[in-house]
């Protein structure tokens, strides 16, 4: 199985109350997430900000990126996903300025155009930012779907859905054949912690 010959991805968070655990799902023809898991995640909540290492199974034997923090505190928070040799493969950085209504990213892979990755709606993004600010109820993933647009020369390229209302469940896809797909992944798992849960 060739990764970077995936366009549709799925992430799925499985719950645990100290450690961030995903698991990544190639697409099965339908839509949905098939049996063949090709990548995982788990890591201690503490240190998830700082440093990700995405294996290529739940056995954790071997490596297939790394995601690591630019600045310990950043608010305009930039990563570098390196190869486990630390070799480059790209990066992304929260665009702080157009955050505050849409939270805005620019996703970054050398000799590629930077792509920007932007909450499809407005109105959502307003209502999730409330509800974090509810208590005890903002704890729980927020009810409604959201959705980021990837956007390359004003024309939407790829995106990450999340596919279930009360699950961090996501589609991760692109049309775009050169974007690395451990970038998607790395994205796609940065989108879920990075918004405030």
Excluded: C
């Amino acid at each position: 199985m060739d990764l970077q010959e995936q366009d549709r991805l799925h992430i799925h968070q499985k719950l645990s109350l100290s450690f961030r655990r995903y698991q990544v799902f190639l697409d099965d023809g339908a839509g949905k997430a098939g049996d063949s898991q090709i990548a995982f995640i788990e890591q201690d909540k503490s240190s998830f900000k700082d440093k990700v290492v995405i294996y290529t199974g739940e056995d954790k034997s071997q490596v297939l990126a790394e995601v690591k923090a630019r600045k310990l505190i950043d608010l305009a928070a930039g990563f570098d996903v390196v190869t486990p040799d630390g070799d480059p493969i790209g990066g992304f950085k929260k665009d702080v300025g157009k955050s505050v209504i849409r939270t805005t990213w620019t996703l970054e892979q050398e000799g590629e155009p930077p792509i920007t990755v932007i909450e499809r709606s407005k109105a959502i993004a307003i209502s999730r930012r409330l509800w974090t600010f509810l208590p005890v109820v903002g704890e729980f993933p927020f009810p409604m779907r959201f959705h980021f647009d990837f956007v390359r020369d004003e024309k939407v390229v790829g995106g990450v859905d999340k596919t279930y209302r009360l699950s961090d469940n996501y589609l991760a896809w692109t049309d775009q054949p050169k974007l690395d797909r451990r970038l998607l992944i790395a994205i796609g798992v940065a989108l879920d912690f990075r918004q405030g849960r």
